[in-house]
């Protein structure tokens, strides 16, 4: 069990995208090179059926911690080059765990959305079939828009289901990665830690996630491409909050208790 200590209510996000940037904006071309990889590699990955959610897990997911372990050297002011994104790939096996439980969520809603599709075309080829019975022709136009209106409606609550599911596992698994990148520890420990100090930083996470969601609604305005330059500093603004949240990770072994957050630009939280 790990005794990493983390501050509560210690992630002030504007304070995460402006140190972000101020970081990124210095080798912005090495981060950008980066995380276009990391980006298009999700992508390509998601276009194969059935094995996507698998294959993120395998390769997308030590790539993201790669970025954080880029990310964390250079705020310690340690240099930084391309190869390094690939060290998630040093630390394997709890990487790919970690990436595992965060896709459960999307593995859920895939297997759901496969089901409701499958309903659907089932129902449209049994239709079909009985057009040329005349009682099932005189009923099944209501049968049919019944079915459709039963399948909109399960439809709609697996989204709103999937919504919540996703934020109650993106607070919950946030520090995650990084833990495991930056620690010797395990992936259970990491995640269990990652629930702690997640739920512990709620309000600043929820926000973290929105401004991240209106930088790249403004890189989708920009022709779409615009996304791909904002990445970055996404990533960049989340590497700040797990070091407002757990600022002690690299501190000397003679600290009783961890530097305060707003040494690393936090200014919520002090509790631990």
């Given at each position: 069990m790990t005794n990493i200590q983390f501050y509560k209510g210690a992630i002030d996000a504007p304070g995460c995208i402006s140190n972000g940037w101020n970081l990124i904006k210095v080798n912005y071309g090495l981060y950008f090179g980066i995380c276009i990889v990391a980006t298009l590699t999700m992508i390509i990955l998601s276009c194969i059926p059935c094995l996507n959610i698998l294959l993120i897990g395998l390769v997308n997911a030590p790539l993201v911690a790669g970025i954080y372990y880029v990310v964390l050297r250079d705020m310690r002011g340690e240099p930084i080059d391309f190869g390094m994104m690939f060290k998630g790939y040093e630390k394997f096996v709890p990487v790919m765990i970690v990436g595992f439980i965060q896709a459960i969520p999307s593995i859920i809603f895939a297997i759901l959305q496969y089901v409701l599709d499958f309903t659907r075309v089932a129902t449209q080829i049994l239709g079909q079939q009985g057009i040329g019975s005349g009682t099932f022709y005189q009923n099944s136009g209501g049968t049919e828009l019944a079915i459709a209106g039963g399948l909109l409606a399960v439809y709609l609550l697996v989204v709103v289901a999937y919504f919540v599911i996703a934020i109650a596992w993106y607070v919950s698994f946030a520090f995650a990665l990084p833990l495991v990148i930056e620690n010797d520890i395990n992936a259970i420990d990491a995640l269990k830690l990652s629930v702690k100090a997640g739920w512990g930083n709620f309000g600043g996470l929820i926000f973290?996630?929105?401004?991240?969601?209106?930088?790249?609604?403004?890189?989708?305005?920009a022709i779409c491409i615009g996304v791909f330059f904002v990445i970055p500093i996404i990533?960049?603004?989340?590497?700040?909050?797990?070091?407002?949240?757990?600022?002690?990770?690299?501190?000397?072994?003679?600290?009783?208790?961890?530097?305060?957050?707003?040494?690393?630009?936090?200014?919520?939280?002090?509790?631990?």
């Open positions: 973290l996630a929105f401004l991240g969601g209106l930088i790249a609604f403004v890189g989708v305005l990533y960049a603004a989340h590497a700040f909050a797990y070091r407002q949240v757990f600022p002690s990770l690299n501190a000397p072994t003679t600290y009783n208790t961890p530097p305060p957050p707003n040494e690393y630009g936090g200014s919520f939280g002090q509790g631990v």
